[in-house]
Structures are given as C-alpha cells and as structure tokens.
C-alpha cells in the first residue's frame, strides 16, 4: 500500500466509495490489526469482533494478503539461496 500510484490511489477511492482521509484512516486501521497480531486466523478475527463494515475487511485483506505475500516470499527466497550455496559448496570440494 506504500507503493500505491496515484492512479491506483484513485481506482481504490472509487472501488471503496470514499474520501482520501477516509481511506487513509481505513489504511491505519488495516496496518493496526495487520501488525499487532501474528497468525492469519487472529487477524481475521479480530477484523470480525470489531465489526468493520465490507470496506476496512476488504482493506484490511488486501493489506494482510501483501503482508502474507511478502512473508512467503520472503522464505522461499532464503530457502532458494541456501540450496544453491550448499551445492556451490558441495561442488567446491
């Protein structure tokens, strides 16, 4: 959500039906829940218990789906640099 263009920026105010101060507080609110819990289950969750309307949970998905995303990611690449520095090293000797 950082790295939101200004156009997309734009296509998300139409899609929520909201002002850019709402959205911008839909977006802390989103990053609040995101942060303070670890799993997904307690996220959504905790996005139910509040009551949020169809606009923060479909925010607040689409900044966890990022954040998740990038976590995975994050672990396939380090399990994809450790295999191939374990075979350069296997291949060395």
Not at 19 to 48: F, P
Not at 73 to 92: G, S, V
Request: with cysteine; hydrophobic share 35%; charged share 35%.
């Amino acid at each position: 959500m950082k790295k939101m263009s200004k156009f997309e920026k734009e296509k998300l105010l139409h899609l929520l039906e909201c002002t850019e101060n709402e959205l911008d507080n839909l977006i802390q609110k989103a990053n609040n829940i995101v942060d303070k819990e670890t799993s997904t289950y307690d996220v959504v969750l905790k996005i139910l218990q509040q009551g949020f309307n169809i606009r923060e949970a479909v925010l607040s998905g689409i900044i966890l789906g990022e954040k998740l995303g990038y976590q995975k990611a994050k672990i396939e690449m380090e399990e994809e640099i450790k295999e191939k520095l374990y075979r350069a090293f296997k291949n060395n000797q």
